[in-house]
């Protein structure tokens, strides 16, 4: 999941996703020029612009300490974590893995929206105090609307669908009674994905009822919700299956490498059209340099494949499209998602030593669910 790497706490690396940027601004917007002067009309303009922006600071304040939370159970439960990374009304949180029992999955689960109560109930509390003093109304009104906000995103988490909260605390729960995660875990992602059908109904109805951005809201959670049920499924069997497989199990050796100064109508000759593969490790001395790649070829004219050679054209090797031999298939696997590459290199000691393709892993996915039960 590519994201603005920000700071880290706790050991790990907080992430906002990009679309946060828009989200940030139109809830901004939403909250200072309806939300707040619908609440508080005796304010002035810029007062509500001001509670509008530190609204939105705080809501995602609020959602990074609700992810936090999930992630320091996590860690405490033998779970490290990776990476966070912050959406608008909730975050992923990167495990290294997923929870191995039901009772683990259920503390980390339902820690989230517990701490989402409690900063709901602070908040209140503190806007009991100042509401007691008429000229602090610009925060009792920002604490007001947090405490409504917070207690919002425990109860919209809490929703028996995954992958949320609920969702998955409907799978431990579901896991724990019947012991096969395959068939808990697709029950709560079918439930996941009927509670977003329910909420895209819903919001169209406030729509047609007039309450545009109320409505419009409810739909853009709803296919989210959707959306995430399908691929939290998918995701999950995926990571099941591939648990504790190496890169060096499904690599192939003998790697076919070629030198860069390899001129590329050879290249087409000898290799694409010789050895059938699309993607080619090139090596300098022992030492592996770059990548060359059909597309990569395919963007140099066909008057120049006599003058350029593959040095020119290789993708320049980098840290992430290398592969360690011990490292995880699943983990091959999302570098190939980030890098757009299907096929990457596995090297040792700066030396390749074989590939790895993403029609290996996925073969070896499909038979090992078709197995599964
Ligand atoms: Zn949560």
Known sequence: MRGLKLFRILGI???????????????????????????????????????????AVFLFLSVLAHEI???????????????????????????????????????????????????????????????QAPYLILFTGLLSYLAFINLSLAIFNLIPGFPLDGGRVLRALYWKKTGSLRKATQIAANSGKWVGVGIILLGLWFILR?????????????????????????????????????????????????????????????????????TYPVIQGEKIVGLITLKRVKEVPR????????????????????????????EALQRMIRSGEGRLPVVKDGKAVGMITRKDILNLLEIKTDLME
């Open 13 to 55: 690396q907080i992430s906002l996703n990009y679309t946060w940027f828009i989200v940030f601004g139109l809830i901004a917007w939403s909250l200072a020029s309806s939300y707040f002067p619908f609440h508080y009309p005796e304010l002035s303009r810029s007062a509500h612009w001001v509670m509008g922006f530190l609204g």
């Open 69 to 131: 939370t999930h992630s320091y159970i996590a860690k405490k439960e033998g779970i490290e974590v990776r990476e966070i990374t912050l959406f608008f009304f909730g975050g992923v949180s990167q495990l290294t893995k997923e929870p191995e029992d039901p009772i683990k999955e259920l503390k980390v689960a339902i820690g989230g929206p517990l701490s989402s109560l409690i900063l709901a109930f602070l908040f209140w509390i503190v806007s009991k105090f100042t509401s």
């Open 210 to 278: 007039g309450n545009l951005i109320g409505g419009f809201w409810f739909v853009i959670i709803g296919i989210f919700l959707r959306s995430g049920a399908e691929g939290g499924f998918q995701q999950v069997m995926m990571k099941g299956a591939l648990e504790g497989v190496k890169v060096k199990e499904l690599m192939s050796q003998g790697v076919i490498s070629v030198p860069p100064s390899l001129f590329i109508d050879r290249l087409v000759e000898d290799f694409f059209l010789t050895h059938k593969h699309i």
């Open 303 to 330: 008057d120049q494949w006599r003058s350029k050679t593959v040095g020119e054209v290789m993708l320049p090797i980098q840290e992430e499209m290398m592969l360690d031999p011990e490292g995880e298939a699943v």
